[in-house]
């Protein structure tokens, strides 16, 4: 995927969350291709966040496809978006896991 290309969609995944995220600040997004167990294509999705997993609500996680994907297709990207939630803190701590 062309660099300018991962900008535009960690930009406009960044802003769709951080309208739903009102008390977690969110860090960074980094995005890239991949594919799941039978070929089809997926966008491995990173969002690392300020404070700590109790500070996110679980129901905004949840909805984060639901509200990303429609934005993706109108930049046309069609591959589905797979999403990680990482604390900062966890980063910090050296612990690279999903929320």
Known sequence: MPMDQTRKIAKVIRETLAADFDRTKISDVSVRKGEDADGDELLRIEVVFEG???DV???KIL???RQVRPKLIELG????????FIAQGDISAGRREPA
């Open 52 to 54: 700590t997993v109790e």
């Open 63 to 65: 909805g984060a496809v």
């Open 57 to 59: 609500d679980a129901s």
């Open 77 to 84: 990207e069609n591959a589905f978006p797979l999403f990680s």
